[in-house]
């Protein structure tokens, strides 16, 4: 059924969308309608109070529904299809579409050239047609896609042209004039027919009834199937006796009509009898015969006859299936129409029972006839399909819309495919509020077309407008991503088609793909900046660039953690750095290695992982993986090059020896550490193992080179430490050792200094004093302080009797310089 709102035009958008709609006209062929022109008339006001005042104006008669009902008023000679007189116009030329097409077929059939008295109203319903034709040509009508008013005129003109102009200006052609002129050709009375194209305008006025919820929905649907009938069962008997007239009248005996006799009547002659009594006749035959209980009185005569019967019960079988379906609809219930209906009759119960007033009730129901005559919840037909399909569907309908969007600008394909697969579309009338300031938002939109504003509202109600919002724009993001309050209302100017798209599915979406959800902050933070300078919202967007990194590098490292590669694969493809460190300056790469995961520690190399980052606590991934005994990531790891850093390695070295933990011990020996490294007392892990009677300790130890002659600070040796324990075993394995070290080398104090010589830095100034700092000289240390007293006074060519450490105590021994020490030379003694 056609939309009245196109005033009857051939081509108008359909309710049910079973036919495809109009393309839709070029930009720059579309001019907006009333609404956008008052709105930008209204915007060029001088002064604010005049433009608040133009605003406020607006709004109350786009609420009352003023803008969307009253003509055109920006285009000269255009009429809106829901103008008071063009719906009285459009009243009067139904009436005439049901004269014209009842009479077609009686015309048809039952005259040969019309008589006197019925020319002239048959002129004057032609005349009304070429006047509403003429009509057609100002009417504006609303796209099928972006169900805008199309005002211009030349759009206007074609779309009329294109579509059933023509079979309108042939209806309006003198047919019966035409044929008494070309000599009664009976091929001329054929082109009548075309008349019946005006019956749409019925189409459109039932439909109206069918959607005005003044009138019982119920006898609306069974005075239409009742017409349908009526109609059929017209046309037939009006065909029937066309039949028979066709037969010279010398033969009329053998048509239907002229052998009938009905008691003592009979209708030999027929062509005289009464034309309600012929028709009256015919549309017995024709209703009997649809009914298929046919009497025997009448019956078909001729094969034509016989035909045409055989043609028309079978068009009667599907008439009867349309009607029989449509009763039982009525009852079962359901329709869309009867939808709209319900839920328009509980909105007027509800705003009756709370006593609304007549604004807000304007747009409600504005709203809801919108939603009914939209095109947008046809999208329900595609809950059926694979969700693969419905995917691919909504891309390629809303992709186009969004992929010029600012907000998403630089983003990835796979990222706007997501977004574009999830949105929902709306339209929205002028004046309406989606969002007022202050409120919390759980909605992000996009504006494929109309025009809507961004108005900031004062304390003390005063407004004034921010920015203007056009196709291509999206709103709602700054309250979304940044958990804020909605800054500034958003109302509609002109209608609105929107797409829609909540913020849990958003955020999901964001969570996703990271490296897009910089990018969208980072494009956030870039087009607000011409809109508003708001600092608060600017560092806002900051926080949350800079949180989102935060929960980045904890997602990547958990996933890491878990050993979970997939989602961390994801992550990665998602523009996530295998390089970003948590909280405790961990990467990825030093979890995997100590949670043991062969495959992540590879996976991770692959992608570029830094292999000898340290963390906090000074720990490469290869200590860690040390540490938790992961020989195969051990070995990947040195094979990669990674490098063995250990922060006072004889600390933890001799540490490890206490506790006995002689598989770390072995591991970082092996990777090069020298078994000989002291701690801050100069003790080695042999000292250690010596003082504990740890006999394997101190074979492994000597087996990767431990010296037996190395003192600590009290001078004592691992044998000493041994001698002390009273292991005997223990003792026995170092004095081997020790024999076999000093063949090796002649003296323990010329071993230590070859093997394990010390060096330190001097210099000739103190730190905790104002002076002028000075180079200072490396030397190794000597036996004896005197000794290196003696050599930094020379190299410094300066005077000094004492040697200080950095916190000023003088050192009696070189045995308590460490190496690398820092020193001073002092005059105090």
Same mark, same amino acid.
């Given at each position: ?189 054929? %082109? ?119 043609? %028309? ?42 006593? #609304? ?140 088609? #929107? ?52 929960? /980045? $590098? ?10 979970? #590669? ?76 990674? *490098? ?62 431990? *010296? ?57 100034? /103190? ?7 000075? $180079? ?54």
């Amino acid at each position: 059924m056609k939309d009245e709102g196109t005033g009857g035009n051939p081509s108008s958008d359909r309710t049910d969308h079973d036919e495809m709609t109009p393309p839709v006209p070029n930009n720059n062929e579309i001019v907006q309608s009333s609404e956008v022109e008052e709105a930008k008339d209204w915007r060029r006001d001088e002064s604010r109070d005049s433009r608040n005042d133009a605003i406020t104006t607006f709004k109350q008669k786009s609420i009352n529904g003023h803008l969307h009902d009253d003509p055109c008023s920006t285009e000269k000679f255009i009429i809106h299809p829901k103008n008071r007189i063009y719906r009285l116009w459009f009243f009067f030329i139904v009436a005439w579409a049901v004269y014209s097409t009842f009479f077609t077929p009686l015309e048809f059939g039952f005259f040969r050239g019309l008589p006197d008295h019925l020319i002239f109203l048959d002129i004057a319903g032609q005349f009304a047609f070429i006047i509403d034709i003429v009509v057609q040509f100002f009417v504006a009508y609303r796209d099928g896609r972006t169900y805008l008013m199309i005002t211009n005129h030349s759009s206007i003109a074609m779309r009329y042209l294109k579509g059933i102009f023509i079979l309108d200006v042939l209806a309006c052609f003198p047919w019966d004039s035409i044929y008494k002129a070309c000599g009664n050709k009976e091929e001329i009375r054929y %082109f009548l027919w075309i008349r019946l194209v005006r019956v749409r305008k019925i189409e459109a006025f039932l439909q109206k009834m069918e959607r005005d919820t003044r009138i019982n929905y119920m006898f609306t649907r069974i005075l239409k199937l009742i017409i349908v009938e009526l109609y059929c069962t017209h046309t037939a008997a009006c065909l029937f006796y066309y039949l028979a007239t066709t037969i010279p009248a010398s033969m009329e005996e053998r048509t239907w009509i002229g052998s009938l006799k009905l008691g003592d009547f009979s209708y030999s002659n027929f062509r005289e009898i009464d034309l309600l009594k012929r028709y009256l006749t015919s549309l017995y035959f024709a209703i009997i015969t649809m009914a298929t209980v046919g009497y025997g009185d009448i019956h078909a005569v001729n094969v034509r006859e016989m035909i045409f019967i055989m043609i %028309f019960v079978s068009f009667d079988m599907i008439l009867g299936a349309y009607l029989i379906g449509n009763m039982t609809a009525l009852i079962v219930r359901g329709s869309k129409t009867e939808n709209f209906r319900d839920k328009m009759t509980d909105l007027i119960k509800y705003m009756n029972r709370n006593r #609304l007033g007549k604004e807000i009730r304007n747009q409600i129901k504005g709203h809801v006839q919108l939603q009914y005559e939209s095109s947008y919840k046809d999208a329900s037909v595609l809950h059926d399909l694979p969700v693969s399909i419905r995917a691919k569907v909504s891309e390629c309908l809303y992709k186009p819309h969004i992929e010029n969007v600012p907000l998403l600008q630089n983003c990835s394909a796979e990222f706007i495919n997501q977004i574009a697969t999830r949105l929902h579309e709306e339209f929205f009338l002028p004046g309406e509020v989606i969002l007022e300031q202050a409120n919390a938002v759980d909605q992000l939109y996009f504006v494929c077309h109309g025009v809507l504003e961004g108005v900031s509202i004062g304390v003390d109600g005063s407004e004034e407008i921010v920015f203007q919002l056009n196709s291509h724009c999206s709103f709602g993001d700054i309250a979304i991503l940044c958990n804020i309050p909605q800054p500034y209302t958003i109302r509609v100017c002109a209608l609105a088609r #929107l797409l829609r798209l909540d913020k849990q599915t958003f955020t999901n979406i964001l969570e996703i793909y990271f490296y897009d959800g910089r990018t969208v902050f980072t494009n956030l933070l870039q087009s607000k900046e011409s809109q508003t300078t708001n600092k608060k919202i600017e560092s806002d967007i900051a926080l949350h660039i800079a949180k989102q990194e935060a929960e /980045l $590098a904890l997602k990547v490292n958990n996933a890491a953690y878990d050993g979970d #590669l997939r989602h961390l694969k994801g992550l990665v493809r998602a523009g996530a750095d295998p390089n970003k460190m948590d909280y405790d300056g961990r990467t990825p790469l030093h979890l995997a290695a100590s949670k043991g995961y062969v495959d992540l520690v590879h996976y991770l190399l692959k992608v570029g992982a830094k292999i000898d980052k340290t963390d906090r606590f000074g720990c490469t991934p290869l200590l860690e993986a040390i540490n938790n005994g992961h020989d195969r990531i051990v070995d990947l790891l040195a094979n990669e090059g990674a *490098s063995l850093h250990i922060d006072d390695v004889g600390s933890r070295l001799c540490m490890a020896v206490a506790r006995g933990d002689s598989d770390f011990l072995k591991r970082v020996l092996c990777h090069g550490v020298d078994a000989n490294v002291r701690d801050y007392d100069h003790r080695t892990p042999l000292h250690i193992a010596s003082s504990g009677g740890l006999y394997m300790m101190a074979k492994l130890l000597l087996d990767f080179g431990a *010296s037996v002659l190395q003192e600590d600070r009290w001078g004592r040796t691992p044998l000493d430490e041994a001698r002390r324990c009273g292991s005997r075993p223990l003792v026995q394995l170092l004095e081997k050792a020790k024999s076999s070290e000093q063949l090796e080398f002649p003296s323990t104090l010329e071993c230590q200094d070859k093997m394990h010589p010390k060096k330190c830095t001097v210099f000739s100034f /103190l730190p905790w004093e104002e002076h002028e700092r000075r $180079a200072g000289v490396v030397v190794w240390v000597p036996r004896t302080i005197e000794e290196l007293v003696n050599e930094s006074t020379s190299h410094l060519k300066c005077s000094g009797s004492c040697i200080l450490s950095e916190d000023g105590g003088k050192i009696l021994d070189t045995n308590m310089i460490s190496d690398g020490q820092k020193l001073y030379l002092s005059h105090n003694q």
